[in-house]
């Protein structure tokens, strides 16, 4: 079989029937354009399967001496998806004539402080301070008299520019997505909301209000870790006390996408599937989402436009030192749909019995 060539960005438009000018568009994060969220999955999806390698930078020169923007961060190097805050930087930075360095410390204050100070020792004078969850931290002493701007986190005792995701407004749409979907009763959320989880808070909090917009409310929660093993034994542990019958669950909403895939391993060994008999809607629009069968809608976590508008806010130089929260756009799939109609316990789907001797397995 011959060599295959470099697919290119006309390929991936052509195979998501868009034009190539939209594919640059939706691959770059820019928003500056009107359009759907269905093309943007098209697009993205065609990139998936056709192994697209985007340019970790645009075709831009940057000249030798070009002045830096130093990134601290914690484990952003290290996660897949998260990456794309760090490409978000790049794209900014080399859009302006900026490169960036970046210093990975894994959170860990004396390696935050050297890093900055190694930074500081090749003429950085520019600073990104990024979390990979939603955090408050406190930034380390040589950062907090420099030029800086915080992505994903923030510090209360520091009057800088800031990016979080709008995890409020996403609980609020996922919300809303179930109720227009036809659910008014029987909605769960799963997974814990630890005081420390500054994201969970604020999903949780979204979509409570969005439940109440709707003349909603959840039907109750089910605490457990975010990870498909802590989720899955908490759903089979529902479904034996027999959950299904009493409290007739109709939809969940879950924590993240690890979370959802141990849902539906329970759902799937308690005889039920994924949308007919509960409808399924969460954060993070990863991998796992896509990979799961019904694929999963999902929120979307806004990495690359962190950081991209972080650079961006960060070389502006006069940006007002508040809070920005960017949009977490839904990423609609098979996941949802409206519940079974039943008019009492009798018209529901009765509840096979639990195949306790199926082998259940996680991913990876």
């Known amino acids: 079989m011959g060599k295959r060539g470099r697919v290119t960005l006309r390929d991936v438009a052509a195979r998501a029937g868009v034009s190539a000018t939209t594919a640059s568009f939706v691959l770059s994060g820019r928003r500056d354009m009107r359009i759907s969220a269905g093309t943007e999955e098209r697009v993205f999806q065609a990139a998936r399967t056709l192994d697209y390698r985007r340019h970790l ?9 070009a002045p830096t923007v130093g990134l601290i961060c914690d484990v952003i190097a290290t996660e897949s998806f998260a990456g794309e805050l760090l490409r978000g930087c790049i794209a900014a930075a080399t859009d302006r004539g900026h490169l ?97 989880a500054v994201a969970g808070r604020r999903r949780r909090a979204g979509v409570e209000e969005g439940l109440r917009a709707a003349g909603l409310r959840l039907a109750g929660r089910v605490p457990c870790a975010w990870w498909p093993q802590a989720a899955r034994a908490a759903l089979t542990d529902l479904f034996r006390a027999g959950w299904w019958d009493t409290a007739r669950p109709t939809a969940v909403i879950t924590m993240n996408d690890r979370t959802a895939m141990g849902v539906y391993q329970a759902v799937a060994a308690a005889g039920l599937t994924v949308p007919d008999d509960l409808s399924v809607i969460s954060f993070d629009n ?53 519940p079974a109609r039943t008019t009492g316990p009798a018209g529901r789907r009765p509840r096979p019995a639990m195949r306790a001797e199926q082998p259940l397995t996680d991913l990876g």
């Open 57 to 65: 930078v645009p075709r831009t020169t940057v000249p030798a001496g």
């Open 100 to 196: 960036v360095l970046m210093a990975d410390t894994e959170g860990v204050g004396n390696l935050e402080a050297s890093a900055v100070q190694a930074l500081l020792s090749r003429g950085v004078d520019r600073f990104i301070y990024a979390t990979m969850a939603t955090s408050v931290r406190s930034v380390p002493e040589p950062l907090r008299d420099r030029r800086l701007v915080l992505a994903n986190c923030v510090d209360p005792t520091l009057a800088v520019p800031a990016v979080v995701p709008d995890d409020g407004r996403g609980g609020r749409t996922a919300a809303k997505a179930l109720a227009d979907a036809g659910h008014t009763t029987g909605i769960w959320l799963v997974g814990e909301v630890p005081a420390h």
């Open 286 to 338: 990863s991998d796992i989402a896509r990979w799961l069968d019904p694929e999963l809608s999902s929120i979307n976590l806004p990495y690359f436009d962190l950081g991209r508008r972080a650079v961006e806010l960060l070389l502006a130089g006069d940006a007002e030192p508040r809070v920005r929260e960017l949009p977490m756009r839904l990423r609609s799939r098979a996941s949802v749909a409206a």
